[in-house]
């Protein structure tokens, strides 16, 4: 069983940044691929980036590429989403999710165990 619990959501200004972070319990968290995913009012979940167990591969959603970034420190139990060049088009709320197995995760219903998710707002 893995427990997730995110926090760094906010209010922010188009154009501006914030980190999420994602930590996680238990002694095995090199051997869970993480992901997040982002959930808008009235939409389904959809996949935002993936990282594998180790960090050396990243997938990204079109939506966000080259504009958030993934990584972990495996020494931490944590995974973070550094979100850049923030749109109001990204307003929703994110959730850190975890995979039984090192390899990532493209999509929604591929992840065991989900944290509570954090609001990400962000003003035009």
């Known amino acids: 069983q893995v427990q997730l619990v995110e926090s760094g959501g906010g209010l922010v200004q188009a154009g501006g940044s914030l980190r999420l972070s994602c930590a996680a319990s238990g002694r095995t968290f090199r051997s869970y691929a993480m992901g997040w995913s982002r959930q808008a009012p009235g939409k389904e979940r959809e996949f935002v980036a993936a990282?594998?167990?180790?960090?050396?591969?990243?997938y990204y959603a079109d939506s966000v590429k080259g504009r958030f970034t993934i990584f972990r420190d495996n020494a931490k139990n944590t995974v973070y989403l550094q979100m850049n060049s923030l749109k109001p088009e990204d307003t929703a709320v994110y959730y850190c999710?975890?995979?039984?197995?090192?390899?990532?995760?493209?999509?929604?219903?591929?992840?065991?165990?989900w944290g509570q998710g954090t609001q990400v707002t962000v003003s035009s």
């Open positions: 999710a975890a995979a039984k197995g090192p390899g990532p995760r493209l999509r929604v219903d591929e992840y065991d165990y």
């Open positions: 990282i594998s167990g180790s960090g050396g591969t990243t």
